[in-house]
């Protein structure tokens, strides 16, 4: 079964710097696109930055100069590093992963989400 585990989220005063990380663990074959989407309450969940296996990178406008995201592939792990960080980042942020498994099959997982608050 393929899981993946986040960390990384916490509380941040405003400007300070975060780092998320997502390890995707299992009979893994192959790991695609990587991504971090967040949900702010009573917003729809939204991405935030995106990974191709081929390290192309996309971001929100509203994170672009702010956030990185990167990928170990050796780790099948993807980072986002977020800088600057403003009250209205505040949101779970969730990792997102595509790929195939050992067996074969296609998968698209989310991890459990981690909490990041900044404070103004």
């Known amino acids: 079964q393929v899981q993946l585990v986040e960390s990384g989220g916490g509380l941040v005063p405003a400007g300070e710097s975060l780092r998320l990380s997502c390890a995707v663990s299992?009979?893994?074959?192959?790991?695609?696109?990587m991504g971090w989407y967040r949900q702010a309450p009573g917003k729809q969940r939204e991405l935030v930055a995106a990974?191709?296996?081929?390290?192309?990178?996309s971001y929100a406008d509203s994170v672009k100069g702010r956030f990185t995201i990167s990928r170990d592939t050796t780790k099948n792990t993807v980072y986002l590093q977020m800088n600057s960080l403003k009250s209205e980042d505040t949101a779970v942020y969730y990792c997102?992963?595509?790929?195939?498994?050992?067996?074969?099959?296609?998968?698209?997982?989310w991890g459990q989400g981690t909490q990041v608050t900044v404070s103004s």
């Open positions: 990974i191709a296996s081929g390290g192309s990178t």
């Open positions: 299992g009979r893994v074959f192959s790991v695609n696109a």
């Open positions: 997102n992963a595509e790929g195939v498994t050992g067996y074969g099959l296609d998968f698209k997982y």
